[in-house]
């Protein structure tokens, strides 16, 4: 059966939808849905069909919009994202998780939320309270601006109640309970600053999962790439041959364990790629070593950012690769990063891209 | 009755919400309790948890700023104002 491709794009000014077949050339935009909110993240259930969207209004407060119908109605919901009385204080939801018939999603003060009933209500699971750092990851002198709290939930293939956190400048927590407890997983990585607890006060950007090999995680950390063959328990650093060591956005190859994708950024306030010069990144070797593609993007003044849910590949035969900039631009590579066309050039900043392939 | 007005950002998150409706209540967080009976959800995008309103969305009664206490009066007019901000 015929299938169709559909990038879901999170910006600052709603969420659009762009939808080409196998072939991955010709794009359609539709959009700007959600009422105009700034999404944080849009992902597709694959499963489901389900386009949720996550959304904070400057007026209205935060919740998650969702779609049935591939961007036809949408409906918003905030009912039981909430902190009990007196306790936090809930200013935005941010990284969507969707698996297992749960929807999970990340709030800032830091918690977990999830909904049974397909994003309808919404229920807390957990603030992690017995967790090194947690005294300290809610003081508004650890939050900078643009603070998102619980940034991003990862499901794992094993079942509902098996999923990993990022706490934004804290690190990776892991649950296999359903979110009772929870385990630090951030031994070897690195960080510039002093720790108070070496367990944790990690700032892991983008945690991805191999589709083929569930104990291969890659991560792109504010200090460097970094690969796990344990499941995320010991961690080993691999930005060697990469431009510089920090960046937004990783992605893992479907089929290949050894395969994955980076956008190295400078460093500095810029955040922009280095001289000007748009390249994606990929190694074949698990992180030994690295090469730069960049065949169809701009090689001169593109001094263009890729924030942490801006990048995303398909799972196709021939993977294709799709990212977002910060200036609102969208490319696409059909052929595995090797080349690449702009499908989108006027959107919204854009702060997320997340790819479902679906049957006709 | 009061004639409460609602602002623009409003209408479209909700099905057949208009901007301009009569909503028998005694104060300001009364005649929002009315309009979340009968647009669930509603109360939760003008206030926060306390309850108190929203950081940027502001109430006037008869043109004097108010607050949810503020009590209505038979025909107050009751402005409800997302802040001018953004771009």
């Known amino acids: ?360 | 009755m009061a004639d409460l007005h609602l602002p623009p950002t409003l209408p479209s998150l909700f099905v057949d919400l208009p901007r301009r409706l009569d909503v028998d209540a005694t104060t300001v967080n009364e005649a929002i309790d009315r309009l979340d009976e009968r647009w669930p959800g509603l109360r939760d995008r003008l206030c926060e948890p306390g309850p108190a309103l929203r950081p940027h969305i502001n109430v006037y009664v008869d043109r004097e700023r108010a607050e949810l206490a503020t009590a209505l009066g038979p025909g107050s007019r009751v402005d409800v104002i997302a802040a001018i901000s953004g771009g």
């Open chain 1, 1 to 360: 059966m015929a299938k169709r491709i559909v990038l879901a794009v999170g910006t600052r000014k709603g969420c659009f939808l762009l939808e080409s077949d196998e072939g991955r050339r010709d794009w359609e935009v539709r959009g700007p849905f959600c009422d105009g909110w700034p999404v944080y993240h849009a992902v597709v259930d694959e499963g489901s069909g389900t386009i949720y969207a996550s959304a904070a209004s400057e007026w209205h407060g935060a919740g998650v919009w969702r779609s049935p119908d591939m961007g036809e109605t949408w409906e918003l919901s905030s009912e039981g994202l909430q902190y009990p009385e007196g306790e936090l204080k809930l200013s935005r939801v941010s990284g969507l998780g969707v698996g297992h018939g749960k929807v999970r999603v990340g709030a800032e003060a830091a918690g977990v939320f999830e909904s049974g009933d397909g994003g309808a209500t919404w229920s807390l699971v957990s603030t992690l309270d017995d967790q090194p750092g947690r005294g300290s990851w809610n003081d508004p002198s650890n939050q900078p601006p643009g603070h998102l709290g619980m940034t991003a939930i990862l499901p794992h293939p094993d079942g509902p109640d098996r999923y990993m956190i990022i706490v934004q400048g804290f690190g990776i927590f892991e649950t296999t309970d359903g979110g009772g407890s929870w385990e630090p997983r951030n031994s070897g990585l690195r960080a510039e600053w002093p720790l108070e607890d070496e367990r944790v006060g990690y700032c892991v950007h983008k945690l991805v999962m191999s589709p083929v090999d569930h104990d291969r995680f890659y991560q792109q950390n504010h200090c460097g790439m970094h690969r796990s063959d344990d499941g995320g328990r010991t961690w080993t650093e691999v930005t060697d041959g990469l431009p510089t060591d920090f960046g937004f956005v990783a992605a893992a190859h479907p089929h290949d364990r050894e395969s994955f994708y980076v956008i190295p950024l400078d460093p500095g306030h810029g955040r922009c790629m280095p001289d000007g010069a748009a390249a994606v990144w990929r190694t074949s070797d698990a992180g030994s070593t690295w090469q730069r593609l960049h065949r169809g993007l701009p090689q001169q003044n593109a001094y263009i950012g890729v924030l942490r849910e801006g990048l995303a590949i398909d799972s196709l035969d021939a993977p294709g690769l799709y990212f977002g900039t910060s200036t609102g631009q969208v490319f696409a590579s059909a052929d595995e990063g090797e080349t690449w066309d702009e499908i989108a050039s006027y959107l919204p900043g854009i702060s997320s891209v997340e790819v479902a392939v679906l049957e006709s």
